[in-house]
């Protein structure tokens, strides 16, 4: 069971696999059993922290005994780690993906030398993001979000190309600068109000107008978590990043990475610290609608399969952004839904992608061409991503983007209703083309003996494809008041919406 | 005036840091305008805490200090974390240019266009 003395177990597991793995990393397999037993492990611990959760409830751990000096000053000095219905709910996605991930890798992974690399820095990049989520201290976010990102960069750079150490470059400066914004902005609001705790600059804050110092903050904020989520002005490192790492890293920072260090640090930032004000939304309202646009349009003239996949990722942060930026109860729930949704079917497609690299060892859907007799497996799973990615009813993606629509109407956004309509449209034409080029059509010569991929690949995919299946029955209402419901209430009840 | 002078001179030399990222072609310019940033930004974590005629933060059992007459402790904390994961970020940066030179032979990142679209 979760109580408050083992919340820190969900950064203490990984980290300490992190560094195990480098200890022992003579011992044979000692990498790949770490990686998937402490994933399974955080795993398990976020389905049960969401069964635990009642509607409204936190489970609060004070990190380091400081009693004495905490009653002399009359405000909380030591880092809190804070669970609540949305932090439960992004635990839940980050650990599913990081465990499927990290079965995969078992066999991708071979690949590459040196595994141990790979698992410990993946390990790493699993602590510093469940740690962005735990925590509930302005600047031990900041410091997680570190660790997350330099562990990221590191595994954008692991191929060692010249592609990879160039986009990892381009990826580390605007990654670093994006760091500093959000220090500056931490920093800005300490010395505005006197603490770094959450709770208690919230409750800070809510007793004031916005003075102008305020909206520098949130200019610093969409800044850098926006270019930490990859919204369209700040989108620029995404498209080299993500296709240049590892197919299983491009799975995480695309399924997750994103979205626990930019999407929703902008929501708990945004709606809990500083109760939604009207300006924000209208700005997450905007950029989310460009996101979708230029996301979607240029996905349409690659021809690299997981260069295709990172604008993707683009536009689809860009619908989520929307759902935020509306920020009515429904809008948010479809916001969140499509968050979960869009990191398995991402998750999904990219781990094809990296199914497809590893047996026809190529990413140009120019040179691809009737794989589906030859790998039943990967054809069916990255149709079935392809479909809830693109909308198409009974898979889950149709539900989150249908919610998002509906929302969009009923708060009288018509324009934008009909914007997301449009780049849903989009978003089945650039499927179907990588649908068509890599698996339909003549077999090439150069393909005639290939073969599906080895087991535990395969168990990550068919696992994956089920969720993206049947992901719609979370909205049923017993299912949705326990896992989506939740982490819409914590929104809402803070922004009193 | 006076006393805002030391923060515009913080943001003058954050501004020369994002300068040097934004318009220098040289790998090694760039990651020193990152480092030149950071510092800026380090630098008005301490400004932040500083307080005029401010003890330093010791309690004594001598005399009656209230917290109110000292320099704020918490940003020394922090600035020290902020540094350390600075380092991190350099030595990091430092080790992809040197795998960069090695790769293309120059430090000229206009020459590097392996990555378009």
């Not at chain 1, 698992?119 to 699993?126: D, Q, V």
């Not at chain 2, 840091?17 to 630098?43: P, T």
């Not at chain 2, 008005?44 to 200090?65: D, H």
Request: hydrophobic share 55%; aromatic share 10%.
């Amino acid at each position: 069971m979760i109580t408050a003395s083992t919340i820190p177990l969900f950064v203490a597991l990984p980290l300490a696999g992190a560094f195990l793995t480098v200890l022992l990393k003579r011992i044979k397999g000692i990498p790949d059993t770490f990686g998937v037993m402490v994933t399974i492990g955080t795993f398990v611990m976020s389905v049960f922290a969401v069964i635990q959760l009642e509607i409204g409830q936190r489970i609060i751990c004070n990190i380091g005994n400081w009693g004495g000096f905490q009653e002399v000053l009359g405000k909380i000095v030591g880092i809190q780690l804070v669970v609540d219905g949305l932090t439960a709910f992004m635990l839940v996605v980050v650990n599913l993906i990081a465990f499927l991930v990290a079965v995969y890798s078992v066999n991708y992974m071979t690949r590459y030398t040196e595994k141990w690399q790979f698992y410990s820095l993946f390990l790493l990049m699993l602590a510093g993001m469940n740690g962005v989520l735990i925590t509930g201290d302005m600047f031990n976010l900041f410091v997680f979000v570190e660790i997350a990102s330099i562990a990221s960069y590191a595994l954008v750079a692991f191929g060692t190309g010249k592609r990879e150490l160039e986009a990892s470059f381009k990826y580390a400066v605007m990654g670093s600068i994006a760091s500093l914004l959000i220090l500056l902005g931490v920093i800005l609001l300490y010395s505005n109000t006197g603490t770094l705790n959450m709770a208690d600059m919230t409750r800070i804050l809510a007793g004031r107008d916005h003075p102008a110092l305020l909206y520098f903050v949130f200019a610093l904020f969409l800044a850098g978590f926006g270019l930490k989520a990859a919204l369209v002005p700040f989108h620029a490192w995404l498209p080299d990043a993500h296709p240049s790492a590892p197919a299983p890293i491009s799975a995480m920072l695309s399924g997750v990475l994103i979205k626990a260090l930019g999407v929703y640090v902008i929501a708990r930032v945004f709606y809990n610290l500083f109760g939604f004000p009207h300006e924000v939304s209208l700005i997450l309202m905007t950029l989310g609608a460009i996101s979708m646009g230029v996301g979607a349009l240029v996905a349409l003239r690659q021809w690299d399969l997981k260069r295709l996949l990172a604008y993707s990722s683009i536009s689809q942060v860009g619908f989520i952004m929307l759902g935020l930026g509306i920020g009515t109860p429904l809008a948010i729930l479809g916001a969140l839904f499509h968050l979960f949704n869009h990191s398995m079917f991402k998750s999904l497609l990219f781990l094809d992608s990296g199914a497809i690299e590893y047996a026809a060892h190529t990413r140009d859907l120019k040179e691809m061409g009737g794989l589906a007799k030859k790998m039943p497996i990967t054809n069916g799973s990255t149709i079935i991503g392809a479909m809830s990615l693109a909308g198409i009813p009974p898979f889950a993606g149709f539900w989150s983007k249908l919610i998002i629509i509906v929302a969009a109407v009923q708060a009288s956004h018509m324009k934008l209703a009909a914007w997301a309509v449009l780049m849903s449209i989009v978003t089945i034409a650039y499927v179907l083309k990588a649908v068509r080029f890599a698996f339909l059509g003549e077999l090439k010569k150069q393909f005639a003996n290939i073969t599906e991929v080895p087991a535990f690949m395969r168990v990550s995919l068919i696992i994956l494809a089920l969720v993206c299946l049947f992901g719609g029955l979370l909205l049923i209402p017993d299912l949705r008041n326990g896992f989506l419901g939740q982490a819409v209430e914590v929104l809402t009840r803070v922004s009193g919406v | 005036m006076d006393a805002y002078l030391p923060y515009v001179l913080c943001l003058v030399l954050f501004c020369i840091g994002i300068y040097a990222v934004i318009s220098k072609r040289n790998i090694i310019k760039i990651i020193i305008g990152v480092i030149i940033a950071e510092y800026a930004v380090n630098l008005f974590l301490i400004l932040v805490a500083y307080k005029a005629g401010g003890r330093s933060p010791i309690f004594s059992r001598t005399q009656e200090i209230l917290p109110e007459a000292m320099v704020d402790p918490l940003p020394h904390a922090l600035v020290l974390t902020s540094i350390v994961i600075g380092l991190a970020t350099t030595a990091f940066l430092i080790a992809l240019a040197v795998r960069l030179y090695g790769k293309y032979g120059t430090f000229d990142i206009s020459r590097m266009r392996e990555l378009r679209g």
